[in-house]
């Protein structure tokens, strides 16, 4: 028995590796899909800060802690990386970018000028524009809330309404994997341009987004789970927070 075993593994070995998969055919210039993010597809290199941007860095932890308590939007850059994946859908005039997370979708529209700054209204994903060159598409994005969305960046750096995105897709691997290559300019924050790579693997065959987790900040069971590890001094800044339903702060 143990020798038939070895012969069969032996006649695979001679055989080599199984035949590679037909994959679909695909255009560079169409980023449209379903992308996710593996454990290992995040290269994100520390953020140099200036002393005001070190300076401040605790704060925005502590800002960042509370918007999770209270169920605050992502906004960019956290929905690009949402623990779900990102739906693509590129047309003539945008390409739209979704995930089922609690924040607003991006629009990344195609044409070569931002809206003027006296009628902009920040957002918590800011103002995108984008074009291509080459086979490559880059996106430009301004215009970000001072309070809307979650702040930090990955790499320890936070955004302000100074804060400048640059964004470089490019497809690799025959269409498989979405390359997406994020540039952080910010004179407050940042004392040279911080940039970092995510590697998005594309679904292949059917597959229907699922529905986003729900985040309910008035469950006070959440609640107390995600305070257990606040600092005293945090838990009074996130109680100071809290704001009653249908009222405003």
């Known amino acids: 028995m143990v020798a038939a ?43 140099v800060l200036t002393d005001v941007g070190i300076a401040k860095l605790p704060g925005q932890r502590d800002l960042e802690l509370i918007s999770k308590r209270y169920c605050r939007p992502l906004g960019t850059p956290a929905m690009m990386d949402a623990g779900r994946p990102l739906a693509i859908t590129q047309g003539r005039f945008e390409v739209l970018i979704t995930t089922p997370a609690n924040t607003a979708h991006r629009h990344l529209l195609l044409r070569d000028k931002h809206t003027p700054i006296e009628i902009l209204d920040p957002t918590s994903t800011g103002d995108s524009i984008a074009h291509w060159e080459g086979d490559m598409l880059v996106a430009d994005t301004i215009g970000f809330h001072e309070k809307e969305g979650r702040m930090l960046i990955p790499g320890g750096a936070y955004r302000t309404t100074e804060s400048h995105l640059v964004e470089r897709y490019k497809l690799l691997k025959n269409g498989q994997v979405l390359s997406v290559t994020f540039t952080w300019t910010d004179p407050k924050v940042l004392a040279q341009p911080h940039t970092y790579e995510f590697w998005y693997h594309k679904i292949v065959g059917p597959y229907e987004q699922r529905a986003g987790i729900g985040c309910n900040p008035w469950d006070a069971e959440r609640g107390a789970f995600i305070d257990r590890g606040f600092s005293p001094e945090l838990k009074k800044k996130s109680d100071a927070a809290m704001v009653a339903p249908g009222t405003a702060k």
Request: charged content about 15%.
């Open 5 to 47: 075993l070895l012969a069969l593994v032996s006649q695979a070995h001679a055989q080599g590796p199984p035949p590679a998969l037909a994959l679909p055919a695909f255009d560079l210039h169409d980023i449209s899909g379903y992308w996710e993010l593996g454990p290992d597809d995040r290269s994100v290199p520390p953020a």
